[in-house]
């Protein structure tokens, strides 16, 4: 079975400071993907990053990266530069054979002025 | 252009009514995705339909839950005789590819209240 585990239901960050989103994951599945989602108070599931399995290298998008750790089976979300419109819930997912997406419960995040 | 459009936004329903919940996908969307999502908690999935062959029902909660999604676009889910623990939002996803790992878009979901 697929599981996804955010363990910090809140998190708080100064502006312009980074901040790391932790996440972990467990699947018997050898080949997957794993998400990171931000859902904003208006509710809509926005796409910020993708790592495959398979990928070398750690995924970055912008000011996101993914510290992508196999053998740990954790995918932490680094945010650089938090700016106030960060804030936000985010979420960890993955998807593997089954082709159903797995979210984690999720982090809210709040960058402080 | 779209996005993901889905409707209603929002939906009152008194306990025992039926409801329906349209999603409209990404044109050219194979893939098409229903999600549950309690207040506070990451979305849980339902169904999974590829065009429109429902391959996956496995997360639908009982049988009073039914997608469809006849011409292989436009899907709809219903939920009949609506109880109060059906409350939350549901959201519905899409994806290009058939089997894939690549990202599926949201739309912006239906808030469902029962009262």
């Known amino acids: 079975a697929q599981k996804i585990t955010q363990t910090q239901p809140g998190m708080f960050v100064q502006e312009k400071e980074a901040v790391t989103l932790d996440c972990t994951y467990d699947?018997?599945?050898?080949?997957?993907?794993l998400f990171w989602y931000k859902q904003p108070s208006s509710g809509e599931m926005i796409f910020l990053i993708y790592?495959?399995?398979?990928?070398?290298q750690n995924a970055t998008e912008g000011r996101y990266s993914l510290n992508f750790q196999k053998a740990r089976k954790s995918a932490n979300l680094v945010i650089s530069a938090s700016q106030l419109g960060d804030s936000a819930m985010y979420f960890c997912?993955?998807?593997?054979?089954?082709?159903?997406?797995?979210f984690g419960a999720g982090t809210r995040l709040t960058v402080k002025p | 252009g779209a996005g993901v459009s889905q409707s209603p936004r929002y939906k009152v329903a008194k306990r025992g009514q039926d409801v329906a919940l349209r999603c409209d996908p990404i044109?050219?969307?194979?893939?098409l995705f229903w999600y549950q999502q309690a207040l506070g908690q990451g979305p849980e999935f339902l169904t999974y339909?590829?065009?429109?062959?429902?391959?996956?029902k496995s997360g639908l909660p009982s049988d009073r839950f039914f997608a469809e999604r006849p011409e292989g676009s436009v899907s709809t889910l219903k939920i009949q005789r609506t109880q109060q623990e059906d409350s939350a939002v549901y959201l519905c996803?899409?994806?290009?590819?058939?089997?894939?790992?690549?990202?599926?878009?949201f739309g912006p979901g239906t808030r469902l209240t029962v009262l």
């Open positions: 339909f590829q065009n429109e062959a429902q391959l996956d």
């Open positions: 790592q495959g399995s398979y990928d070398q």
């Open positions: 044109s050219g969307h194979v893939s």
């Open positions: 997912a993955m998807r593997a054979i089954s082709n159903d997406m797995r």
């Open positions: 699947t018997s599945d050898p080949s997957y993907g």
């Open positions: 996803a899409s994806s290009l590819a058939q089997i894939s790992y690549n990202e599926q878009f």
